[in-house]
């Protein structure tokens, strides 16, 4: 067994399931943010029972966000440390600051919202909740910061002495071209999935609510239509950065196209594929279904524009970085990411994307007029909308990592050189199979812990009849501030 393999594995296990919690996070804390300054507003009590119903599956989601968060920066240690050694100076920066001032910023306002219930002004409580979600934000930026400037690597120089790159101007890093894109495709669908967790469990209490329940109809109901028509407008987003991405990718990193369409021959115009049947290699196709010069346009904003093949630029790279990449995983001086991985993630990204919104739009279209879909397409979509954004973001995350492949860091260095160079096969195997178990029983328990709260349902406010302060009753002034410690 080949240690760079398993680290691999590992690195990728554990990414993907932390990324499962990120965007439902970022998501969920505009939303809440969002249904409590509309009852501030309002002072319509629907909206503040929902901001607590979901404030509460929000933060068990942040919960087990941060405990499998921190797994991730052990692993540049123990694993990469070649890695961390070479890009250390410049890799480190952003996530200091992502730990010293947005984590610090979210835990500490997400802290003052859960306790502060009793204690601050309404006011000041949703502001807890906005900066919380301004924490969020900050997180994002300067992690994808780190993310971009391995795809794209600006504001250093190299020191031969050293042997490490140094960063020169963190202003480049703060605002590399590629972190001007991504940033901003990648928040989009976290709103995207946020509010898809809401459509699902909305639906599904409004279609278990008892038709005589007006106000607890009219509840889900509002938290539906208003989750449904952010899933709408986050997902236009979402394709026109998710477009502009494209080109920047294609400029940067005009392998990852050339991979995303298995595209061996430079073209002009090229065609994109909606389905390819190929030689078990990959190297050929058999049969495919296209769209004539749209991946023309996606690469460079002309039907007519020219997107240049595998064959051409792994010639140019093997002229360039030499003939072999020093990656125990690729041949030697092959320089491209593994096709059928490459090309398949890229569609379902996009498809599960597109599915969401036709079905956020069919809800909107179905509960219409104070409609309740009632057939099992409904039940369908509660249970498959959550999941289609957010299996949309794990693909899309699949896909820009996969596609740098065989780099680390474009251009700079290859994944076989990062690895950290001491540690065993049977070492790195060990940690794979305690990570992947231990995630294993944290999925459990989220997954538990969602559906006990999502059955429960928003709980009522208190009535001027239940105990309460000034009731007369010790205990119940005594427990209140407990009510809504989660």
């Known amino acids: 067994m080949d240690p760079t393999d398993i680290a691999r594995w590992q690195f990728a296990i554990t990414t993907v399931y932390h990324f499962l919690f990120v965007p439902i996070t970022i998501g969920l804390s505009a939303i809440v943010a969002g249904y409590e300054i509309t009852w501030l507003r309002t002072r319509d009590e629907r909206w503040l029972r929902l901001t607590k119903f979901f404030g509460r599956l929000f933060l068990i989601n942040f919960a087990l966000g941060v405990v499998t968060g921190i797994v991730q920066e052990f692993q540049f240690g123990m694993n990469w440390s070649d890695y961390s050694r ?11 600051v992502e730990g010293l001032l947005a984590f610090f910023l ?17 006011r000041l409580h949703a502001a807890t909740m906005v900066l919380t979600h301004v924490g969020t934000l900050f997180s994002a930026y300067f992690i994808l910061a780190a993310n971009s400037w391995m795809q794209h690597p600006v504001g250093f120089a190299y020191n031969p002495e050293t042997g490490r790159a140094e ?7 703060l605002l590399n071209k590629v972190q001007l894109v991504t940033f901003p495709h990648v928040v989009l669908s976290a709103y ?8 699902g469990v909305s639906l599904w209490q409004l279609r278990r609510t008892r038709e005589d329940a007006a106000e607890e109809r009219r509840l889900y109901r509002g938290a539906l239509r208003s989750a449904a028509a952010l899933v709408l407008v986050a997902g236009l987003g979402v394709a026109i ?7 920047v990718m294609t400029e940067v990193q005009p392998m990852k196209m050339a991979a995303a369409e298995g595209l061996y021959e430079t073209q002009s115009p090229a065609d994109f594929s909606i389905l390819t049947l190929g030689t078990l290699d990959g190297s050929r196709e058999t ?19 020219e997107v240049r093949g595998i064959d051409d630029l792994r010639a140019e790279y093997r002229s360039t970085y030499g003939s072999d990449p020093g990656a125990a995983y690729y041949s030697p001086g092959d320089y491209t990411p593994v096709i059928p991985l490459t090309y398949w993630t890229f569609r379902i990204m996009i498809g599960l994307g597109l599915a969401a919104a036709a079905v956020a739009g069919w809800v909107l279209w179905a509960t219409r007029a104070g409609r309740v879909p009632r057939t099992r397409l409904g039940l369908g979509a509660a249970i498959a909308l959550p999941l289609l954004p957010l299996l949309a973001n794990s693909a899309g995350w699949i896909f820009t990592e996969i596609g740098r492949q065989p780099w680390a860091v474009f251009g700079l260095m290859t994944v076989d050189h990062a690895v950290s160079p001491g540690v065993s096969a049977f070492e790195v195997l060990t940690s794979l199979i305690v990570l992947t178990a231990v995630y294993g029983v944290l999925a459990v328990v989220e997954v538990r812990l969602l559906l006990t709260y999502i059955r429960r349902g928003a709980d009522p406010l208190p009535t001027p009849e239940d ?15 407990l009510a809504v410690a989660y």
């Open 86 to 96: 070479f890009v250390g100076d410049i890799f480190g920066a952003p996530l200091a």
């Open 167 to 173: 960063m020169n101007d963190f202003a480049a890093v």
């Open 106 to 122: 979210e835990s500490t306002f997400l802290g003052l919202w859960i306790f502060g219930w009793d204690r601050l002004s309404p």
């Open 467 to 481: 105990d309460g302060p000034g009731s007369g009753s010790p205990l119940a002034d005594a427990d209140r501030p």
């Open 241 to 247: 950065t998710g477009d502009l991405q494209g080109k």
């Open 287 to 305: 049969f495919a279904v296209k769209v004539p010069g749209l991946l023309s346009y996606l690469a460079t904003g002309s039907s007519q524009g």
């Open 192 to 199: 995207m999935t946020g509010a898809a967790f809401v459509v």
